[in-house]
């Protein structure tokens, strides 16, 4: 079968084909379920514990001091999901006038020796650009009191770098190809139908349909 004839079964039920496409795109279209946008902040600060000897005498205290500060970022991993460190954060909020409340649990962190690193998650970004100078200075000024073994003297909290706020849950690779694959599906299963309906068709709709079964035409009576 010509390449022609191929393109001549499609074209005559390409009706097929085109309800299925419209079809399955009015159906993801109103059936897709978009989250809403989440926005993100990071914030990095770095942890030290001072070493308290005398230093122009050699000891270890120095070596005990960047254990205790690397001690301290893990501590603190823990404190910044607590309701206590949420409460600071409003507190501050509050300080600014601001009447954004967030709850426990909103921020987490994770550490590399004595760099500690806050994610918050929120969905405003307006509000998370007065959420992260909440965090940042409850983070360096109300942190300490959780652990009554360091002192505000021996204890520095440096902000290091925020980035964001940035998207936090951008479209997944499968989120943004799955209309795609779906209107491909759609359009391959079409083209398939109007193949075994013309397969299916017995009725003889040319000249070279009854030459292709070995009879002789002897007269053609012309379409009006």
Known sequence: MEL??????????VWIPVLLVVVVAVVTLLTAQTPPPSYG??????????????????????????????????????LVSSQGFANDVNAHLEEVGSSIKIPAGIISAETKHRIIRLNTTWGSAEELEAIGPAVTTAMVENSIKYFPQSSETNTTITLIDTTGPFLANPPSLRQRLDLPIRLILALAAGIGLTFLLDYLDDSVRDRAELEAMGITVLAEVPKK
């Open 41 to 78: 902040m990071a914030i990095r600060f770095s942890v030290g514990v001072a070493p308290q000897a005398d230093e122009n005498e050699y000891n270890y205290d120095g070596y005990y001091a960047w254990v205790s500060s690397e001690y301290l970022a893990d501590n603190l991993t823990e």
């Open 4 to 13: 022609k004839q191929y393109a001549h079964i499609v074209w005559k039920r």
